[in-house]
């Protein structure tokens, strides 16, 4: 019963996910689940006490995204923004008042595990054709169609490669950390491999670095001589299978050197990294072209885009996280931004949980596709939120255990005293 409820779950996510392509009044129909599940948590913590300060920090964000100098001219814009950030103060807040019990705490725990296979699992049939992606075939921004780059039901290569990346460092870690049996394991594994697979063929270097960056913060620790050894095979391996890789798979080939159609007459600067340079240059020049007020509290997203597509002809992001919130939010927000991510770390950092390390990971995961994308990706923040969630109700019973212990080691002297 409990495998049936979990296919049930997997098949309504699905369709959700599947509907992301429609849209209703321009707007996408996934916000028609979205919305009812952002008001269904806020409701849940509406009135409670905040018990840690980046949480407020997250709040004041996303309402900061509604004080813009465009506001008025675009507030539905701002007011999608201010959802979008409100996600992840909004589910770490309602996860540590509302998961109260063992049995919560471990339903809470394998939830992205479940959520990373469905990742993986819903590319099969996109990858085999059965389905068509929701967006045109490869998405690689000035590609040419001979990349063809997995997109999958997510709409887009970026954002695909970024969640698969998450989704094989949380089963990489379940699997090495044996959370789960045996028989789990056996059905972990090769989803994992199908993970990789996938990622890879996403052709997208956001997705790429992301798991380079998981696997490192992942597996930081004190290694014996022995323990050096092996990796440094694995390591020799890995240069000499990706040398092969480089030398048979023109894909690859051109990913890592950022070989483009149609952009041969161009300069390192103009395609390094796809253009983003470029567009950072002339997101930042436009800021600075502003007044003093769009300085303080910034223009607001629609209007950087438009500003942007008066000089470049397309309606693009920054391509870069700190880059778009400088922009789109002032200096305030910008500053506000950064505090509110280093109160994160900070949190996770010093929290007493055995989720601490995959936690931190996800962490700097979230901050390398800030750097090279944007990272304003729903699925990614609620992943980034259920384990910060997990670390820090599990920092909570082991802080309350300790006491106990203290507490009890205090009582026994006492009365060892007065005997």
């Given at each position: 019963?409990?495998?049936?409820?979990?296919?049930?779950?997997?098949?309504?996510?699905?369709?959700?996910?599947f509907?992301?392509?429609?849209?209703?009044?321009?707007?996408e129909?996934?916000?028609?689940?979205?919305l009812?599940?952002?008001?269904?948590?806020?409701?849940?913590?509406?009135?409670?006490?905040?018990?840690?300060?980046?949480?407020?920090?997250?709040?004041?964000?996303?309402?900061?995204?509604?004080?813009?100098?465009?506001?008025?001219?675009?507030?539905?814009?701002?007011?999608?923004?201010?959802?979008?950030?409100?996600?992840?103060?909004?589910?770490?807040?309602?996860?540590?008042?509302?998961?109260?019990?063992?049995?919560?705490?471990?339903?809470?725990?394998?939830?992205?595990?479940?959520?990373?296979?469905?990742?993986?699992?819903?590319n099969?049939?996109?990858?085999?054709?059965?389905?068509?992606?929701?967006?045109?075939?490869?998405?690689?921004?000035?590609?040419?169609?001979?990349?063809?780059?997995?997109?999958?039901?997510?709409?887009?290569?970026?954002?695909?490669?970024?969640?698969?990346?998450?989704?094989?460092?949380?089963?990489?870690?379940?699997?090495?950390?044996?959370?789960?049996?045996?028989?789990l394991?056996?059905?972990?594994?090769?989803?994992?491999i199908?993970?990789?697979f996938?990622?890879f063929?996403?052709?997208?270097?956001?997705?790429?670095?992301?798991?380079?960056?998981?696997?490192?913060?992942?597996?930081?620790?004190?290694?014996?001589?022995?323990?050096?050894?092996?990796?440094?095979?694995?390591i020799v391996?890995?240069f000499?299978?990706?040398?092969?890789?480089?030398?048979?798979?023109?894909?690859?080939?051109?990913?890592?050197?950022?070989?483009?159609?149609?952009?041969?007459?161009?300069?390192?600067?103009?395609?390094?990294?796809?253009?983003?340079?470029?567009?950072?240059?002339?997101?930042?020049?436009?800021?600075y072209?502003?007044?003093?007020?769009?300085?303080?509290?910034?223009?607001?997203?629609q209007?950087?885009?438009?500003?942007?597509?008066?000089?470049?002809?397309?309606?693009?992001?920054?391509?870069?996280?700190?880059?778009?919130?400088?922009?789109?939010?002032?200096?305030?927000?910008?500053?506000?931004?950064?505090?509110?991510l280093?109160?994160?770390?900070?949190?996770?950092?010093?929290s007493?949980?055995?989720?601490?390390?995959?936690?931190?990971?996800?962490?700097?995961?979230?901050?390398?596709?800030?750097?090279?994308?944007?990272?304003n990706?729903?699925?990614?923040?609620?992943?980034?939120?259920?384990?910060?969630?997990?670390?820090?109700?599990?920092?909570?019973?082991?802080?309350?255990?300790?006491?106990?212990?203290?507490?009890?080691?205090?009582?026994?002297?006492?009365?060892?005293?007065?005997?």
């Amino acid at each position: 019963m409990k495998y049936i409820e979990t296919g049930f779950w997997m098949l309504a996510f699905f369709i959700a996910l599947f509907l992301k392509s429609y849209t209703i009044g321009g707007q996408e129909m996934a916000y028609i689940w979205k919305l009812p599940l952002l008001i269904f948590l806020f409701v849940g913590v509406l009135g409670q006490k905040v018990h840690f300060n980046f949480l407020i920090l997250g709040y004041l964000f996303a309402i900061k995204n509604l004080v813009n100098t465009s506001f008025f001219d675009y507030p539905v814009d701002s007011i999608i923004n201010f959802s979008k950030y409100l996600t992840i103060p909004l589910v770490v807040h309602w996860i540590y008042l509302n998961i109260n019990s063992v049995e919560s705490l471990k339903k809470l725990r394998m939830l992205p595990v479940y959520l990373a296979s469905f990742l993986i699992i819903s590319n099969i049939p996109y990858y085999l054709g059965v389905f068509s992606a929701p967006v045109s075939k490869t998405m690689l921004w000035m590609e040419d169609t001979s990349l063809d780059g997995l997109v999958g039901i997510l709409g887009a290569p970026h954002y695909t490669s970024a969640l698969l990346s998450i989704a094989c460092i949380v089963i990489l870690e379940f699997i090495v950390k044996k959370r789960g049996g045996m028989l789990l394991n056996l059905v972990l594994g090769p989803l994992l491999i199908l993970g990789l697979f996938f990622l890879f063929k996403t052709y997208t270097r956001t997705g790429w670095l992301m798991f380079v960056v998981g696997v490192s913060i992942l597996f930081v620790r004190k290694i014996t001589f022995k323990e050096a050894g092996k990796i440094l095979g694995l390591i020799v391996l890995l240069f000499v299978g990706l040398i092969v890789l480089y030398q048979t798979n023109e894909g690859f080939r051109r990913r890592v050197m950022d070989d483009r159609a149609g952009q041969e007459d161009k300069s390192a600067y103009e395609t390094v990294g796809s253009g983003r340079l470029q567009i950072a240059q002339v997101y930042l020049e436009n800021l600075y072209e502003s007044n003093f007020v769009t300085y303080l509290v910034g223009m607001g997203m629609q209007e950087s885009q438009n500003r942007y597509e008066k000089k470049d002809g397309m309606p693009l992001f920054a391509h870069n996280g700190f880059v778009q919130t400088i922009v789109d939010n002032g200096i305030l927000g910008f500053l506000l931004y950064l505090v509110f991510l280093y109160s994160i770390f900070r949190e996770i950092s010093k929290s007493n949980s055995s989720h601490n390390q995959l936690t931190a990971a996800i962490f700097f995961m979230f901050i390398s596709c800030l750097v090279t994308q944007q990272a304003n990706y729903f699925l990614l923040d609620l992943i980034l939120s259920l384990f910060i969630g997990i670390s820090l109700i599990e920092d909570r019973i082991n802080r309350y255990i300790e006491i106990k212990q203290r507490l009890s080691s205090v009582d026994l002297k006492t009365h060892s005293a007065t005997i």
